[in-house]
């Protein structure tokens, strides 16, 4: 079980980069036990679905909170004051009877600069956060991008930097990503080789959301079916992210 400030401010900083950092997301969800602390999250268009676990259970975030205005909260935590040695206890009230979390109390080593952080609670948290049921896909292609691949396709959106969406296809054991119409202005590369399973039914996907996670600190595993979902899982090594991404209707 993880305590102390400085553990606890590397995970708010993990937390908000790997939400908010995608620039689509500021409110995110989280539900602690003894024995496990997960976040949930989704974009406001719907565009992109978060699930997230915490290796090891952060003791303070026993309970279940909202943590709005992420932008804040970003805001709060880059702020040097805070860098070294900063305090951050989690507040609590009382409601029924019972003590929940508040929010955060950020204040520096001299005590001379402070600043709170308030929660959601968990009746408001569920109410705007509607958690949507993911049942599961058959993952027709399962590969780790390379640092070279995501850089050519950092060129290849670039290139055709008018498109949000492009489309995934398999041939010859490669997955290819096409841009464009090839009525007009078009591209496409293999994105990843030697891949196992077929992907034909030719989605489209949100060249911003899926160049925003990949961009992302950590470990990466990337996950399509050819029934219309893309899974791209990032584990920054304190946290296990599992980003799930709906096919657009062109």
Do not use: C
Not at 44 to 57: T, Y
Not at 136 to 148: D, L, T, Y
Not at 225 to 243: K, P
């Amino acid at each position: 079980i993880l305590t102390g400030e400085f553990m606890k401010f590397d995970y708010l900083k993990d937390i908000t980069q790997h939400t908010y950092g995608l620039g689509i997301i500021d409110l995110v969800k989280v539900t602690g036990t003894k024995t496990e602390t997960s976040i949930d999250a989704m974009s406001d268009d719907r565009s992109v679905i978060v699930q997230a676990k915490v290796h090891k259970p952060i003791a303070d975030f026993v309970g279940q909170f909202g943590m709005p205005n992420l932008t804040k909260l970003n805001i709060i935590l880059n702020i040097p004051e805070y860098k070294d040695d900063a305090t951050i206890p989690v507040t609590t009230v009382e409601k029924n009877g019972n003590k929940v979390l508040a929010g955060l109390h950020f204040e520096n080593t001299a005590g001379d600069f402070k600043n709170d952080y308030r929660f959601m609670s968990a009746e408001l948290i569920n109410e705007q956060l509607k958690q949507v049921k993911f049942k599961g896909a058959k993952w027709n292609v399962e590969f780790e991008p390379s640092v070279a691949n995501i850089q050519r396709m950092k060129f290849m959106a670039a290139a055709n930097s008018d498109e949000t969406t492009f489309v995934a296809k398999t041939e010859n054991n490669n997955l290819y990503f096409y841009f464009g119409d090839h009525s007009s202005h078009a591209g496409n590369f293999v994105f990843a080789s030697g891949v196992t399973g077929t992907i034909a039914k030719g989605f489209n996907w949100p060249v911003s959301v899926v160049l925003s996670i990949l961009g992302l600190p950590g470990d990466k595993k990337f996950q399509i079916s050819d029934e219309g979902a893309a899974q791209i899982t990032v584990d920054s090594g304190l946290i296990s992210y599992t980003y799930i991404i709906p096919a657009h209707q062109k």
